[in-house]
């Protein structure tokens, strides 16, 4: 079983101002993977909380799944914490969104979301809109299972399983 931490960025949401439907919309996206969501907070756009929430969790669980902040307001700071946290970046989970996206909006080339490593934990930055968090999710789901499988130190060859 995976096991997930989902950290849903606004200040509004962390007010109790507004309902938050991304963090939910991402719980229910992750059954598709069978993985258990262990933690799930509501935070501010406040770049040192969530460098501390996301080395919390990276000691917790394997992946670990924000949203929002990824945009071009000053508050939009999740892509930052996440670079100054992890250790390998993974600019193609990024890309694989962004390129997904842009099928549906240009809009979506703004997204400055990132991805990668710390420790054993895989971090990706979702955007807030739930409508949109399904789009990238869908984009990257099935590599999911095997990403983790391989931060917990698998040394199945890759293309075993793509047939080639």
Known sequence: MITAAILTLSDKGSRGEREDLSGPAIRDLLKQVDARVDFYDVIPDEKALIKEKLIEYSRKVDVILTTGGTGLSPRDVTPDA?????????????????????????????????????????????????????????????????????????????????GG
């Open 82 to 162: 996440t670079l100054e946290v992890i250790e390998r970046e993974i600019p193609g989970i990024a890309e694989a969104m962004r390129a997904e996206g842009l099928k549906k909006t240009r809009r979506a080339m703004l997204s400055r979301a990132v991805a990668g490593v710390r420790g054993n934990a895989l971090i990706i930055n979702l955007p807030g809109s739930p409508k949109a968090i399904k789009e990238g999710l869908e984009a990257i789901m099935e590599i999911i299972p095997h990403a983790v499988e391989k931060l917990k130190g698998s040394t199945a060859d890759c293309a075993a399983r793509e």
